[in-house]
């Protein structure tokens, strides 16, 4: 509410992942209630998402953000750890099948999963989703990988050659496949820092105020209440830095893996 009452009017669920969590649709259904609050997402791995997506949209769920690094079983296994890929493809064209809902695919590109990125951008063509390529970043076991893993978000482009811009969406510069009914978009926090345009306050699981994902800088909100809540809140948003550095330094500085603080 204190949030709302400053100017946020939007807020994503993320983790971890969210559906894991009993009791989210409630969670959703109150949070889409505060006054001021106009658009209620989740970003999720789409496993779960099938069975729990009517409870969500009566709820109130405006969006989804999926996370889908690979259409090949084998190399999703891989990544993932557990043979689920029917399940989060199940989730996907049971969010796609709901009509106004936005949907969006994150696909990090990591070196060994290139031949993927045309076939992902490809679903872009038949349906109103929007294929979100984001930059890598140093975060967790990823800032110890070889900087070959590290691939510029351009490298779409130059796999889908076809793709025309047009225009961005927040942090994310837009392309269209000629006759497209989505999007592909490519998030470039390494190789285009998008700091200046970033109005983003993240909340941790354990009530930490994170003014920056890559920032080791945390303001505890955990039994605040009023009016110290709302000041603590007020310099969290204050602490926001002019930019992260890791072009420069090669590795974020939080110490928190992006599990932990959420997308």
């Given at each position: 509410r204190i949030f709302a009452s400053l100017g946020v009017r939007r807020v994503r669920l993320t983790g971890g992942e969210p559906l894991v969590r009993k009791g989210l649709d409630r969670i959703v259904r109150g949070?889409?209630?505060?006054?001021?609050?106009?658009?209620?997402?989740?970003?999720?791995?789409?496993v779960l998402l099938a069975e729990q997506l009517p409870a969500?949209?009566?709820?109130?769920?405006?969006?989804?953000?999926?996370?889908?690094?690979?259409?090949?079983?084998?190399?999703?296994?891989?990544?993932?750890?557990?043979?689920?890929?029917?399940?989060?493809?199940a989730g996907l064209k049971a969010a796609l099948a709901v009509p106004g809902l936005n949907v969006k695919l994150n696909c990090v590109p990591m070196g060994d999963n290139d031949a993927q990125l045309v076939p992902l951008a490809a679903l872009a063509r038949d349906s109103r989703l929007s294929v979100r390529f984001i930059e890598l970043m140093p975060m967790g076991v990823c800032a110890a990988w070889p900087p070959e893993r590290f691939l510029p978000a351009q490298e779409v482009l130059s796999r889908v050659p076809e793709l025309r811009p047009a225009g961005r969406s927040g942090v994310a510069q837009l392309y269209r496949l000629p006759g497209a009914a989505g999007m592909?978009?490519?998030i470039e926090p390494m190789s285009c820092a998008f700091c200046a345009d970033c109005t983003r306050i993240r909340i941790t699981a354990d009530g930490k105020?994170?003014?920056?994902?890559?920032s080791d800088a945390e303001l505890a909100l955990r039994g605040l209440s009023g009016a110290e809540l709302?000041?603590?809140i007020r310099q969290g948003?204050?602490?926001k830095p002019?930019?992260?550095?890791?072009?420069?330094?090669?590795?974020?500085?939080?110490?928190?893996?992006?599990?932990a603080i959420g997308g």
């Open positions: 949070v889409k209630a505060i006054p001021g609050i106009e658009s209620v997402t989740i970003t999720t791995n789409g969500l949209l009566d709820a109130g769920l405006n969006g989804i953000n999926l996370s889908l690094d690979t259409l090949d079983r084998e190399q999703f296994k891989r990544i993932t750890r557990r043979d689920e890929l029917d399940s989060a493809l592909v978009g490519l105020l994170k003014p920056c994902l890559h709302e000041a603590a948003i204050l602490m002019a930019r992260h550095r890791m072009d420069e330094t090669g590795v974020t500085e939080t110490h928190r893996g992006m599990f």
